[in-house]
């Protein structure tokens, strides 16, 4: 089991930067895959960014196209916590995040946070 706590979330205007925190507990040595996601009212759920580790310790990054060159997915080598920093953001970042992470043998993300709100305000 794996258990995920997100914070970092809230009410920043449009142009402004919020940086959100996900804090792993458990089985974080299961983890092979952090990432966030986004779901805005009446869409569905996207992604958003992950970070994928590597035997060598290091980590590959993937974005949604409509967030790169503003956000960034970052992680502490410990597999314990993962970051996105967001900037210059939009009022179509509106959303709540989760974070998300892939743990065992599996290539899907099973297990969740509970989500944090994120406002743009225009």
């Known amino acids: 089991q794996v258990q995920l706590v997100e914070s970092g979330g809230g009410l920043v205007q449009a142009g402004g930067s919020l940086r959100l925190s996900c804090a792993a507990s458990g089985r974080t040595f299961s983890i092979n895959v952090m990432g966030w996601f986004r779901q805005a009212p009446g869409k569905e759920r996207e992604f958003v960014a992950s970070t994928v580790f590597t035997r060598s310790g290091g980590g590959t990054s993937y974005y949604a196209d409509s967030v790169k060159g503003r956000f960034t997915i970052s992680r502490d080598n410990t597999k314990t916590t993962v970051y996105l920093q967001m900037n210059s953001l939009k009022p179509e970042d509106t959303a709540v995040y989760y974070c998300?992470?892939?743990?065992?043998?599996?290539?899907?993300?099973?297990?969740w946070g509970q989500g944090t709100q994120v406002t743009v305000s225009s």
């Open positions: 998300a992470v892939q743990a065992g043998l599996t290539a899907s993300y099973n297990y």
